[in-house]
């Protein structure tokens, strides 16, 4: 159909719309379109219209995502099994469907196996792949939005409270820990958008409990307390590149515990400042190599102790003067 006779008909053969279930989202175009079988339009006897004979539907965009070279939000959220509503934008011809947008619903399951269903019905995920295994029954609102507490184990937050790290040594015999997730979420003040992999943003608003928190599936995550605290937990590696200055302000006690070796390297010159004492300790040998002139300067004594059966040895390869 060309634009003519859409711009034509569009708005004067009245309104027709639809709600439907989406059986394919793999667009030859990358456009963003799915394949849907609109309820009262198409059959659920897959033998007689087959995923491959649906219209492709457009997905509208807000109007935050400028849909045109690239920019804004990519339109490919929908998946197989989604219920979208919508219209068609050839009027009775019912042939140019346009998604305006989806919804939930509380699922239940299909007495029939997923072999069967993928075979003969349509209006369901042609892969049995969603709704998920056991969130059948419920509403398809994330888990994480609707804040029962009774849910912590089937969300990550569960999963994040197991992994906390208790008890890391400090320098003076000390220890901390990992502040646990305060997740206290209320529906509906959490605004949660999780991926099909698992990877998660929380936006929470509940009074008390109010939270930042993005979450890789495979651990890693950043979240941001109701204190204005912030945990960063990474499982992998980590890497961070600053290709100009770099200024910290630290107000209070800093901890630093590392498991492996470290190593500090510098091309330029290094000064270290304390206002108060410096506190030394190492269980192993203590070696400085200085290619230049080693200068110690004190105001105060200077104490070489050596105890036990040790021995303090000078074995220097020049001249050695000691001024008294």
């Known amino acids: 159909m060309g634009d003519q006779i859409i711009h034509d008909q569009m708005g004067k053969n009245g309104f027709v719309w639809f709600h439907a279930v989406v059986e394919d989202i793999q667009d030859p175009l990358y456009l963003g379109r799915v394949r849907v079988r609109c309820a009262e339009f198409h059959t659920k006897n897959k033998l007689l219209v087959p995923t491959e004979s649906l219209p492709w539907a457009s997905v509208l965009q807000p109007i935050t995502s400028a849909a045109i070279s690239g920019i804004g939000r990519s339109p490919t959220g929908l998946l197989q099994g989604s219920w979208v509503v919508g219209f068609f934008r050839d009027g009775s011809n019912c042939q140019d469907p346009i998604i305006i947008g989806s919804f939930g619903g509380i699922p239940q399951p299909h007495p029939i196996?997923?072999?069967?269903?993928?075979?003969?019905?349509?209006?369901?995920?042609?892969?049995?792949?969603?709704?998920?295994?056991?969130?059948?029954?419920?509403?398809?609102?994330?888990?994480?939005?609707?804040?029962?507490?009774?849910?912590?184990?089937?969300?990550?937050?569960?999963?994040?409270?197991?992994?906390?790290?208790?008890?890391?040594?400090?320098a003076n015999g000390g220890w901390w820990g990992e502040p646990p997730t305060p997740y206290a979420a209320e529906y509906p003040y959490n605004h949660v958008t999780e991926s099909s992999s698992g990877h998660i943003t929380e936006v929470d608003d509940t009074a008390g409990a109010e939270?930042?928190?993005?979450?890789?599936?495979?651990?890693?995550?950043?979240?941001?307390?109701?204190?204005?605290?912030?945990?960063?937990?990474?499982?992998?590696?980590?890497?961070?590149?600053?290709?100009?200055?770099?200024?910290?302000?630290?107000?209070?006690?800093?901890?630093?515990?590392?498991?492996?070796?470290?190593?500090?390297?510098?091309k330029g010159k290094v000064d270290v400042q304390a206002d108060k004492d410096i506190h030394v300790v190492t269980k192993g040998n203590f070696l400085h190599d200085v290619t230049g002139t080693y200068t110690v300067n004190s105001k105060g004594k200077v104490y070489i102790n050596s105890s036990g059966s040790a021995k303090l040895i000078m074995d220097p390869g020049g001249r050695v003067d000691i001024n008294p």
């Open 113 to 170: 196996s997923h072999k069967m269903i993928e075979i003969t019905e349509g209006f369901y995920d042609p892969n049995g792949q969603y709704p998920k295994s056991g969130f059948t029954g419920e509403a398809d609102t994330n888990r994480l939005a609707i804040g029962l507490t009774n849910a912590y184990e089937k969300t990550i937050v569960k999963i994040k409270k197991l992994n906390t790290k208790d008890y890391v040594p400090t």
């Open 211 to 266: 939270r930042l928190h993005t979450y890789h599936r495979s651990g890693t995550f950043q979240e941001v307390h109701a204190t204005g605290s912030v945990v960063t937990k990474i499982v992998g590696e980590n890497y961070t590149i600053i290709a100009g200055a770099n200024s910290v302000l630290i107000e209070g006690m800093v901890n630093v515990t590392i498991n492996g070796a470290a190593k500090v390297y510098c």
